[in-house]
């Protein structure tokens, strides 16, 4: 019996051979594992990175501003966990920053024979405390070029300064109105209706007043200079020149400017303004909405309370996660404060536009 069994399992791989079936069912074979290779290694992949490779806690996601809506997979806006429509939080942020400007885009030496020509000294406001109102869309492209530090800064600064003035003023506007409106016992559409607005825009879809309080508020002039001035090594940063941006925003899939150190296709961008104006406001966005930054809004809060100036030296101790670096960071923009006198600006004021002195005649 077990002969017959021997002699026809023979003849069965006498035919394959013959027939060259052998072949055949070898290449069904690594087809076969050809393809389940191809459909489980995606999931393989996944499953080590979200379980093994997991390295996002060590992703610092503080500057993540414009990756609100442009990386959906990262929410840092809110205090609670709340849901709100990210669009709201950075529409007028878009909007600034897609303000179509025929502007030609300056050089130093004219630079400074506008601020010549307009009175426009900073030695002058440290004194007095006004500024010229001249808005600038970018840097000259010769502020690298100029040797003398002391003049490269003064003109960083000079450009810088009516920018943040001028975002700190709306915000200023904004802040009265809301406190006319908190103060009222009945309100008119018109505040319900912005009001609504400014919930978007600040990222509070609970509508909770005392929230609103605290994340509509102004940042200390002096601090948002030293962050301008570290973040861009005082306007000379490819990422200053080149994509106006002076606060380092990150994007992981908007349109921005890759660092020089990173791999093709990996990593962060740094986001990219059409003009500077629109960096100042993302970056004010930022502080006053990012969770990260929730206690430096609740000590800049404890200051209003308290009846006290908005100190940068103390704000400056919450800042410790907007770079890796932590503390050194913090000491870093303490020694650009104190070393350049930035602290003189704090009270400065933003002088009207010759449109703005017209609209009140």
């Known amino acids: 019996m077990k002969k017959i069994q021997k002699k026809r399992k023979n003849k069965i791989l006498e035919t394959i051979d013959n027939n060259n079936l052998g072949s055949l069912a070898r290449t069904l074979l ?11 290694l995606p999931l393989m992949i996944n499953f ?8 996002k806690e060590f992703r610092n996601n503080s500057k993540q501003v414009l990756v609100y809506t442009l990386d959906k997979k990262i929410n840092g806006t809110q205090d609670e966990n709340e849901i709100f429509d990210e669009r709201d939080l950075l529409a007028d942020i878009y909007n600034l920053n897609d303000k179509e400007t025929d502007a030609v885009r300056l ?3 004219t630079i400074k024979q506008l601020f010549e020509d307009t009175g426009y000294k900073l030695d002058d406001v440290r004194v007095n405390k006004l500024v010229k109102p001249v808005a600038l869309d970018s ?7 100029i040797e003398n530090t002391k003049k490269r800064k003064e003109l960083f600064l ?14 200023k506007l904004d802040r009265k109105r809301l406190f006319s409106i908190i103060n009222k016992s009945n309100n008119t559409e018109l505040e319900k209706k912005w009001l609504n607005k400014k919930f978007k825009q600040y990222g509070i879809p609970s509508k ?4 609103l309080k605290i994340r509509m508020d102004e940042v ?5 200079l030293a962050q301008a001035a570290k973040e861009t090594g005082w306007g000379t ?3 200053a020149q080149e994509g106006n941006a002076l606060f380092g925003q990150w994007t992981w899939s908007g349109e921005g400017l890759k660092p020089k150190e990173a791999e093709e296709g990996e990593g962060h961008k740094v986001m990219k303004f059409n003009i500077l104006q629109a960096s100042v406001r993302a970056y004010q966005r930022n502080l006053n909405t990012h969770k990260t930054y929730k206690e430096f809004r609740l000590a800049r809060a404890q200051l209003r309370d308290e009846g006290k100036e908005l100190d940068s030296i103390i704000l400056s101790q919450y800042l410790d996660k907007y770079a890796e670096t932590g503390q050194e960071y913090v000491r870093i923009l303490r020694k650009i404060i104190e070393q350049n006198n930035l602290k003189d600006f704090d009270k400065a004021k933003l002088l009207p536009t010759s449109l703005e002195l017209e609209s009140l005649i």
């Open 220 to 224: 200390p002039v002096s601090l948002a």
């Open 158 to 171: 000079q450009i810088v300064l009516p920018l943040v003035l001028q975002e700190n003023n709306n915000i």
């Open 139 to 145: 840097f000259p492209q010769e502020i690298k070029m």
């Open 237 to 239: 940063s490819r990422f």
């Open 48 to 55: 080590a990175n979200n379980n093994i490779l997991n390295t």
């Open 208 to 211: 909770d007043l005392s929230i």
């Open 30 to 40: 690594g087809s076969l594992v050809v393809i389940f290779i191809f459909y489980s």
């Open 107 to 109: 050089n130093a030496s």
